[in-house]
């Protein structure tokens, strides 16, 4: 499992994390819920070690791994897909593919995009570009940013039936619980201004919401 102890994050004067403390099982499905502003986004960068933390801990498989820099947790098997600027857009499809070990079957659609520059691609085609390095199956923690944003009701729910099927430590970061992933054993953190208001299974968190509605705060 992969996890954050009481960690405080600064960007500058503002803080944008205050005293967050959560964890992700292994395997396992864990959504973080939140409007923009509130921390997601955030805590995936603490984790995956893009930004440093201010106070607090980062603690993956019982090891503190706060001090280990980012390009030495992708090694161990961390993979963040943001949700900007996640594919190379002046390299074509299939470059982007192979630069991550990965390839296309899971995503049908990019078959006849493999020529085509990443950057020409629609957002949708992009995530899913994006996801394919993530659903290559070597990642032992995947976090992954609005992970269906622009993409097709369809192709959409098959992303999160992918998701919820690895093997792997699976964080998201979500606006809304996603209907798909309710009834999987999900386990949910609101953030709210930079702190956690809940936490615990998603069918718990759907009851106190009203059936999924969107998570309040700013």
Known sequence: MISLRHARVRYGP?????DVTLCAPAPGLTVLLGRNGSGRTTVLRALAGTVPL?????VWDGADVTGMPAYQRAR?????????RAVFGSLTVRENLELAGADHTRFP??????ARRAGTLSGGEQRMVALCRALSGHARVVLVDE??????PPVAARTYALLASLGACVVLAEQRLPPALRGRGAL????RRGAVVFGGEADEWARRSGSGAAPSGG
């Open 14 to 18: 503002l803080e944008a994390l205050h």
């Open 54 to 58: 201010t106070r607090g801990a980062v």
């Open 76 to 84: 161990r098997g961390l993979c963040l897909v943001p949700q900007r």
């Open 109 to 114: 659609q990019l078959a006849p995009l493999l």
């Open 147 to 152: 992970p269906t944003q622009g993409m097709s």
């Open 188 to 191: 949910v953190y609101e953030l």
